[in-house]
């Protein structure tokens, strides 16, 4: 199983970044997926969350508007589309995958990606 964070990057407050996680290993599209951050000195916050059939999302209020998460099940990748950047978006984000139906109970992670927005 491999979950494989990249798109992360150095970016100017108020610019864009486009994080993609490319999954292999298992159906990914019996998974619901989920972007967190963790910020340096804080607890790991969930951001973003689509539903294993890309039929429903939901956003931490802090970038409702400004984050957009996205999945292609052909290709068992999931995006996050990320606009109107600021300083504290700082942040490693990782991809998680959580099992549904017959595979409720898997959960896994990726590595991370550095997000830095700073000018």
């Known amino acids: 199983v491999q979950l494989v964070e990249s798109g992360g990057g150095l970016v100017q407050p108020g610019g864009s970044l486009r994080l993609s996680c490319a999954a292999s290993?298992?159906?990914?599209?019996?998974?619901?997926m989920h972007w967190y951050r963790q910020a340096p000195g804080k607890e790991r916050e969930l951001v973003a969350t689509?539903?294993?059939?890309?039929?429903?999302?939901d956003y931490v209020d802090s970038v409702k508007g400004r984050f957009t998460i996205s999945r292609d099940n052909a290709i068992d990748t999931v995006y996050l589309q990320m606009n109107s950047l600021k300083p504290e978006d700082t942040a490693v984000y990782y991809c998680?995958?959580?099992?549904?139906?017959?595979?409720?109970?898997?959960?896994?992670w990726g590595q991370g990606t550095q997000v830095t927005v700073s000018s």
């Open positions: 689509i539903t294993s059939a890309g039929g429903s999302t």
């Open positions: 998680n995958a959580r099992g549904q139906w017959r595979y409720r109970g898997l959960n896994y």
């Open positions: 290993g298992f159906t990914f599209s019996s998974y619901n």
